[in-house]
Every structure is written in C-alpha cells, then in structure tokens.
C-alpha cells in the first residue's frame, strides 16, 4: 500500500509541476521594414502543442504567409522540450532540438534555446492566460 501512495504522490507531483507550462503563449514584433510577424504557441494538457507564425509584409500585392508546426512537449528539470510531428509540408515549422524555459525576470514568458529555425524566438513568447 507504501508503494501505491508513493507513485500516486510522485505522478500528480510531475504532472503538477508540468501544469505551470501547459497555456497560450503569443508575441507580436514589427521588423525594421514593416512586416509583422505575429507568433502564437499552445501547450496542452497532453503534453501536445501548435505553434503558428503570421507574417503579414505589409505591401499592397503581396499574401500574409502562415507557418505551422505541431507535435509533444516534455519537461525536463526546468526546461522543455519540443519533439515535432514533421509532415514535410511547405510552411511547417521545426522545433526539432529546441528547448525553452521561463524567463528568470518574468515567470509568463517563455525563452527558447537551441532553435535550428530562422525565427527569432529567443527574445521569449508571452503567456496570455
């Protein structure tokens, strides 16, 4: 009976302490020349998540373009990690190898590490709820 209270005390503690993660996350940032660039990323309870990027470059004949990605997340002391499910899609996103944490200033955003993509997600996502 030791050993049924231990796991369930030791799963809700991992599961609790992966809980402060799980929400939305977005950022908006203007580039020197206009475009926008209009990141979003949901971290679920399942340990899922979808990240999507708008960038709208703000000319008159030009398409807003949109990224997505998805796949699972993991913690791991105090960071995770991202293992995306690749489709080889045009616009898909790879968080292959990235982690993130939260920010020591500001525990609502989230700062990525180790991201092979070109996006500049270093500067940290905000959680929104």
Known sequence: MKIFYFFTF?????????QEYVGQYSKKKIAKNGELFEFSLTLNNDNSYTIEIHRNLNQCNSVDEFFRGKGKWQKENKKIRFFPDLSNEKNEIDLSGATARF???NKKVLVFFNLISSWDLSVGMQKID
């Open 103 to 105: 920010d020591s200033k």
């Open 10 to 18: 030791f799963f809700f503690t991992i599961v609790g302490f992966s």
